[in-house]
């Protein structure tokens, strides 16, 4: 399974105000830190703010910050809502009435079934885990993108 971009972006935003507890963000400067662009980084904003991972601030000394501790932000609440957690199916080309595999539908509860599996795991870790994960900030490299490893995260295969 290979998730969106909206998600890594939601988890690098989330990431970037969990280095940062004492600060106001700002989308620009996340945007820079993992080479995402403001646009992108500004429509994910308010989903998570939505989501009531993040809260922000207006004016010009605002920003966002994290709505809740690290520790209380898992990793399957954000890929819930970042991702259609939900696989159906489809019968291309034919009415939803007509669909054979619909009414059958085996297909959908082994699907549906694996999802869940994969959404258990990643609650099994927090904001926390991959702040954890992080290298000290002195084994960075300067000018490297930092990357977000979720499958390293979990145990899982990388995929390219």
């Known amino acids: 399974m290979r998730l969106t971009k909206q998600t890594s972006y939601a988890l690098r935003i989330l990431l970037h105000c969990a280095l940062r507890p004492d600060t106001q963000v700002k989308a620009a400067d996340i945007a820079k830190a993992y080479?995402?662009?403001?646009?992108?980084?500004?429509?994910?904003?308010?989903?998570?703010?939505?989501?009531?991972?993040?809260?922000?601030?207006?004016?010009?000394?605002?920003?966002?910050?994290?709505a809740r501790q690290p520790t209380?932000?898992?990793?399957?609440?954000?890929?819930?809502l970042t991702e259609e957690t939900h696989i159906q199916a489809d019968c291309f080309g034919q009415l939803h009435e007509e669909c054979l595999i619909q009414h059958a539908a085996p297909i959908n509860r082994i699907l549906d079934?694996?999802?869940?599996?994969?959404?258990?795991?990643?609650?099994?870790?927090?904001?926390?885990?991959?702040?954890?994960?992080?290298?000290?900030?002195?084994e960075i490299r300067p000018g490297a993108r930092p990357?977000?490893?979720?499958?390293?995260?979990?145990?899982?295969?990388?995929?390219?």
């Open 35 to 66: 080479n995402i662009t403001e646009f992108n980084v500004l429509k994910i904003i308010p989903l998570l703010v939505h989501g009531g991972f993040v809260k922000t601030t207006r004016g010009r000394r605002g920003g966002l910050r994290l």
């Open 72 to 80: 209380d932000i898992r990793i399957g609440d954000v890929v819930r």
């Open 113 to 138: 079934s694996a999802l869940g599996a994969f959404i258990e795991v990643l609650d099994q870790h927090t904001l926390q885990d991959l702040v954890a994960a992080r290298p000290p900030a002195h």
């Open 147 to 160: 990357s977000l490893d979720l499958a390293g995260l979990i145990g899982v295969g990388r995929q390219n």
